[in-house]
């Protein structure tokens, strides 16, 4: 279910750059100072180009690393309690538990990712041009803080079960 969430988040958010990109103006603000003002942009085409490329292979990383873990030597998996973990019979828990870990943080990061992307349209629908940096800065912030206790779940479950 993990994967089919994340898989669905980028989907999501593909459709949502497709189906927006007509309100974007020609020259999209991309980038902003810490104050909300634009300095930096792109064509609408470019920033289309872009967001496809970083929408699909952030999340998308993630949903391909662990199929990595069957294929990989065990001298090339670098998780705590490494001989544990790469023992050949632990290595289907190891790689489900990697599966789950990592479709999290797809989802994750798709859900900032659509926030950003509404953020982004919203600034660049206003007049003058100018970015919430107190939601961007609160989003962060949440994916920051949920990143964190993904990561210190996962440390606790690579804790060896003897």
């Excluded at 999209?28 to 470019?46: E, L």
């Amino acid at each position: 279910m993990n994967r089919i969430a994340a898989w669905l988040l980028i989907a999501a958010n593909l459709l949502f750059l497709f189906g927006t990109l007509h309100w974007l103006p020609d020259t999209v603000a991309v980038h902003f100072d810490g104050q909300g003002r634009p300095d930096n942009w792109m064509t609408r085409d470019t920033h289309a180009l872009f967001m496809t490329a970083l929408l699909v292979f952030l999340p998308g990383t993630f949903l391909v690393i662990p199929a990595l873990v069957t294929r990989l030597p065990a001298r090339w998996i670098n998780v705590p309690h490494h001989s544990y973990w790469t023992a050949p019979e632990r290595r289907p828990a190891l790689q489900r538990l990697l599966t789950d870990w990592c479709a999290q943080m797809a989802t994750l990061m798709g859900l900032f990712m659509l926030i950003i992307q509404v953020l982004t349209l919203i600034a660049n629908r206003s007049v003058p041009v100018r970015l919430d940096t107190t939601a961007v800065l609160a989003s962060m912030a949440l994916f920051l803080v949920l990143t964190l206790a993904l990561v210190v779940r996962l440390f606790r479950q690579l804790r060896p079960t003897r």
